[in-house]
């Protein structure tokens, strides 16, 4: 029953967010109803939330920004109206309605919570800030502001406001604190770097190259983690050739070997023979594939300079000290044209990689497959040469 009105309020707001919502809005939207659901859930359970408060809280979190189909100002109010009408319908019981309508009006910001429930909804609300893609979730609040507001705030001035914002907040919830603090706390940090690296470029007085931009940021990002997902396949083949060939080794040691020192078991000796070598000769290649490579090149300040090197790379940066690297990444900051050299070295040089991994993987797999085929056929062979008449 709980499942099937849970499903049902899902369906209703995402039909009523997408279909009569603003355009404007870019953060409050079901995208942000979603994830703050999705919150509400980590959150109740790390708490041991009752199933009936588990409900009242999931309910509230679907219901508590449908409002802004209205108004902003005040939207929580007509939240409660929408979810009251609603819950009504379903014949959700009054005490459940209730405690929807507390919690709705219990993620009004310049309210305090006053019991868990309260805590765990406004810590969702704001679970944003804990996100890794908190940069990105704040441009669209940006958006949004400016597009409604129309006083066009800059970019540096959204940044101290978002620095502001995030040294005067708390999480109320235990399980907030506990998980989301280290999170936000890196955020800030971000934040802070954000805010320095546009007033260096205001200080400088340096136009921002047209050729660099989001879509060039896109690029890097998705090309790099391509690579590394491959990567990661790569590895995991080796890994499993690397498994296997263990197995049929083990298998041949402990059930193969000790027959032949039987005279009648003789004519094993070259199929187990052709089995166990090319098994040993596919653990060699599996372990080479996956091999680490560090680079022992000490890098200077020179040659970050003359981008002829890429400190983004631990394998590169490891001989540094703390203070040249950090200000390494202080220069790649300042510098765009260097830090995108940096990322396409990067880009580079992962290609080389996986180039060299999956040769390796491309001629383990060869020897594995004619290894199993010749041990095979030999084994078939030997059988039936010996066979009595």
């Known amino acids: ?83 009251h009408s609603f819950l009504k319908e379903q014949n959700v019981p009054e005490d459940t309605r209730n405690l929807v309508e507390q919690l709705i009006l219990a993620t009004k910001i310049e309210l305090k919570p006053n019991n868990k429930l309260e805590s765990i909804i406004r810590d969702a609300d704001c679970g944003h800030i804990a996100s890794d893609d908190y940069l990105d979730i704040s441009e669209n609040l940006f958006k949004e502001k400016n597009a409604k507001n129309g006083n066009h705030l800059s970019e540096i001035e959204w940044m101290k406001q978002n620095l502001d914002f995030l040294k005067g907040h708390s999480f109320y919830s235990d399980s907030a604190k506990q998980i989301w603090q280290p999170k936000k706390e890196l955020n800030l940090l971000e934040v802070q770097k954000r805010i320095y690296k546009i007033s260096q470029k205001k200080k400088k007085k340096k136009k921002k190259s047209t050729r660099f931009g989001r879509g060039v940021e896109t690029m890097y990002r998705v090309q790099l983690k391509n690579h590394i997902e491959l990567s990661a396949i790569a590895d ?121 991994k999956y040769k390796l993987l491309r001629i383990t797999y060869t020897v594995f497959m004619f290894g199993i085929i010749i041990s095979a056929a030999s084994f078939i062979y030997s059988y039936y040469i010996n066979m009595p008449l």
């Open 1 to 83: 029953m709980k499942e099937k009105l849970l499903l049902d309020v899902e369906i209703y707001v995402a039909e009523l967010l997408n279909k009569q919502l603003a355009s404007t809005n870019y953060y409050h939207n079901a995208i942000h109803t979603r994830n703050v659901v999705a919150s509400i859930t980590e959150l109740a359970n790390r708490e041991q939330c009752t199933k009936q408060d588990t409900l009242g809280l999931l309910l509230a979190g679907w219901f508590h920004d449908t409002g802004f189909i209205y108004t902003d100002l005040g939207h929580e109010e007509e939240s409660v109206k929408i979810a």
């Open 236 to 356: 995991t083949k080796a890994n499993i050739l690397l498994s296997v060939n263990a197995i049929i080794i083990s298998v041949a040691l402990s059930n193969l070997i000790p027959k032949l020192d039987n005279p009648s078991n003789l004519f094993l000796v070259y199929p187990t023979l052709i089995l166990t070598l090319s098994s040993v000769a596919s653990i060699i290649l599996s372990v080479l594939s996956t091999r680490p490579k560090i680079s022992n090149v000490a890098i200077t300040k020179e040659m970050i300079k003359e981008n002829k090197t890429n400190i983004l790379f631990f394998g590169n940066f490891h001989k540094m000290n703390l203070q040249d690297f950090e200000w390494g990444i202080d220069y790649l900051m300042d510098n765009e044209d260097t830090l995108y050299n940096s990322l396409t070295k990067d880009l580079y040089y992962l290609g080389l990689v996986l180039n060299r």
